[in-house]
């Protein structure tokens, strides 16, 4: 199945430059910043997304932020994920994409050491539940981002396309939730899905990359 025919894109261009800098590829790195506001009283929802033509990646936030959807962890969750930077094996099946993006707290403080912890379907809707293929997870740097590359999910009988998440700060409460891809059909069936999770999606050819930002309520 083709699903990046099924999704939200921009230029390719923006896209490439976009995979780029999650993937930290190259001989020049890409900077990233965050832009705050702290004039608004009414609650928003931040977003990462790129500058277009530089590629840089930047968490938009005004403060005071409002806090992820949290949502249940399933049947599937297993503790015990190593550390990765990819969870991509050698001959997997599956459109490749780059899950990237940032962790802030309500304020939209950046927060440095946040683990990421994936754990998603192959490209059949298959959990491998006695190892850790497609499991693992990620540490946010100093500024609050983090990126890992996996592929996209399939679709199991009575759930739409999803990556499950657990992000747990330094010392604080963990938020588990659960992440979705825009243009699914699968979505409005969904009994858990929810819009306010879905992923930003910019795409290079078969190639995707997917941004997300994380609100801790700390």
């Known amino acids: 199945m083709n699903n990046t025919n099924r999704r939200l894109s921009l230029p ?9 800098a999650a993937c930290g ?17 009414t609650p928003t929802r931040p977003s990462a997304s790129t500058v277009a033509g530089t590629g840089t990646l930047t968490a938009s936030c005004t403060a005071p932020a409002v806090a992820t959807t949290a949502q249940t962890d399933g049947p599937y969750y297993k503790a015990g994920a190593p550390q990765v930077t990819t969870l991509v094996q050698s001959g997997m099946a599956g459109s490749r994409f780059t899950l990237t993006g940032y962790v802030l707290t309500t304020d939209c403080t950046p927060i440095a050491n946040a683990s990421v912890n994936i754990w ?5 809707g298959t959990y491998d539940n006695t190892g850790y293929t497609l499991r693992g997870y990620v540490l946010t ?20 396309e999803h990556i499950h998440v657990k992000v747990t700060p330094p010392g604080g409460p963990t938020l588990t939730t659960q992440l979705y891809f825009p243009g699914v059909t699968a979505n409005d069936s969904d009994g858990i899905y929810s819009p306010d ?11 995707e990359a997917a941004a997300f930002t994380f609100v801790l309520a700390t």
Do not use: C, M, W
């Not at 900077?31 to 004039?39: C, D, F, K």
């Not at 500024?143 to 679709?155: K, L, Q, R, Y």
């Open 25 to 41: 590829s190259g001989t020049t790195s890409t900077a990233t910043s965050i832009a705050t506001s702290s004039t608004a009283s």
């Open 120 to 124: 998603q379907a192959d490209a059949t």
């Open 12 to 20: 390719s261009a923006i896209g490439l430059a976009f995979l780029v």
């Open 141 to 160: 740097d100093a500024s609050g981002h983090f990126a890992v590359e996996t592929i996209v999910p399939g679709e199991y009988p009575g759930r739409t």
């Open 197 to 207: 999770l879905l992923l930003k999606i910019t795409q290079s050819g078969n190639t």
